[in-house]
Structure formats: C-alpha cells, structure tokens
C-alpha cells in the first residue's frame, strides 16, 4: 500500500540569489540539501546558502489537497513529532475567521442572490445575551461604505454588510449548507458565524473550499494512491472502498 506523504518536520536550506539587476531578491526552498547538481549549479551563479538552525516558537499546520482529485498530497501537524504529537491539521479547532464568509456567500448564491445584488454596509446594534448588552459589529478599517453590491463585499471581506447577507438568506440555511459540504464542526446558531466565530480543524475547512475548483462537486479525499497485492496485481477496485473506510476512521484516530 503506498500512501501520501504526511509531513512532519522539513529540514531545509534558503537559497539567497544575488542578482542586483533586479529589483527584488530571489528566495527559493530546498528541501533536499544533498542535491549534488543543485550545489555545484548555485557555486557556478555564486549564490549564497544558509541553513536555518533555530527551533521555531511557533507552531502551524498544512493541508495539501487536490480539487481535481481528492489525492491528500500533504498533510503538517506541526514542526517536530518528536516535540509534540499534537496534529494541528486534525485536532486543532481554530475559529474560521474571515474564512468562513466564502461558505456564506455561496450558500447566498444557491439561494438565489447574484454579484450585483446590494447589501448594507451600514451601523448595527445587534442583540448581544441578554436583553441588556448589545453587539455593535465593525469592519477592519472601522470605516462603513453604505450600499455595496455583493461582490465587493465578499472581495473586501466586509464584516457589516456580511451580517446583513446572513440576516437575508436566514442562519438555519447556511448551516444546512454547511452540512452538505460535509462539515462537522459544531456550529453556534447565531449570527456571528458570520465572522467565522465557530472552531474548524483544517482539514475539514481544506475540503470544503474544495468545492470552488471543483465547481461545486464533493471530492472523496483519497489518503491511499495504490494497492498492490501480494501476487503484485494492482488492485485498484479497492482504493475507493479504502479511502472511503479511512475517511469514516479519520477523525476517531485522533480523538
């Protein structure tokens, strides 16, 4: 069986080229640093190594995943597995943020809503908990445009005027389309899931974005690229029914 490669630590050098004539410095990544022909090639166009050394003080994760598809290219749970066994990609629910105003405007268009169709970038003075405490929302710039059509509003991330598309479409139908992108996350029912205010693992939030390239189709991730058996056949009747038995096990192999 021959699997993706899931990443956990790279040990690489920064290949600095000089090349005054531009205007700006050439960075390159390498991650085989024995690469023979690549040495004598940066000798020969005096370019200077260097090799990072330092322990990172922060940590992060990657998914790499095809639309076109579903092949899980790469997978980082952090820096070093040796430091922490903890997978970022799989465990960590950080709050979707801004990244979860394309799954808002999506659901919009299926509803209906077009580019050109006009939202309110105006104040609000929202219900907070109680009947006391209000939530007044703001943008980045703390600046309001007024009428915008929808599509500037996605393009510049609008906070305001995305709350006022969720109050149009209705929170229940987002979350419901929400669930037919196979997400999982438990989501709050109110209206700051129009701010991303609701935790994600990446992975999840990685095949839901997977429906933009994919023009709206679901991918099947697949984890397992071959199988061979023992008599060295290629088994490839039984990748699908692998990877579909695989992605049910995905999440409790983590827990």
Do not use: C
């Not at 679901?218 to 008599?231: A, G, H, P, V």
Request: glycine share 6%; hydrophobic share 40%.
């Amino acid at each position: 069986v021959s699997q993706s490669r899931y990443v956990t630590h790279i040990s690489y050098e920064i290949i600095i080229g000089r090349n005054f004539s531009s205007r700006f410095v050439n960075f390159f990544s390498l991650v085989d640093n024995k690469n023979a022909g690549l040495k004598k090639y940066l000798a020969e166009t005096k370019f200077m190594t260097f090799s990072l050394e330092q322990v990172p003080e922060v940590q992060s994760s990657v998914i790499v995943l095809s639309p076109q598809t579903g092949d899980l290219l790469a997978m980082v749970g952090g820096n070093s597995f040796t430091q922490s066994k903890f997978n970022r990609a799989l465990q960590s629910l950080r709050q979707a943020g801004s990244t979860a105003k394309p799954i808002i405007y999506a659901a919009a268009l299926e509803k209906g809503l077009t580019p050109a169709s006009i939202l309110m970038d105006t104040p609000q003075s929202l219900a907070g908990l109680d009947n006391v405490s209000t939530w007044k929302p703001k943008n980045y710039d703390n600046e309001f445009k007024g009428l915008i059509t929808f599509r500037t509003s996605l393009q510049e991330s609008r906070n305001v005027s995305t709350i006022n598309l969720l109050q149009k479409i209705g929170i229940d139908y987002v979350l419901d389309f929400a669930k037919r992108l196979q997400i999982k996350a438990p989501i709050t029912p109110d209206m700051s899931i129009s701010l991303g205010s609701f935790g994600i693992n990446l992975f999840e939030l990685t095949k839901a974005y997977a429906i933009f390239p994919s023009k709206g189709k679901i991918i099947l991730e697949k984890k397992i690229f071959s199988i061979t058996d023992r008599f060295g056949k290629n088994r490839t009747e039984l990748v699908d029914l692998v990877n579909r038995h695989q992605t049910a096990n995905l999440y409790r192999d983590w827990e």
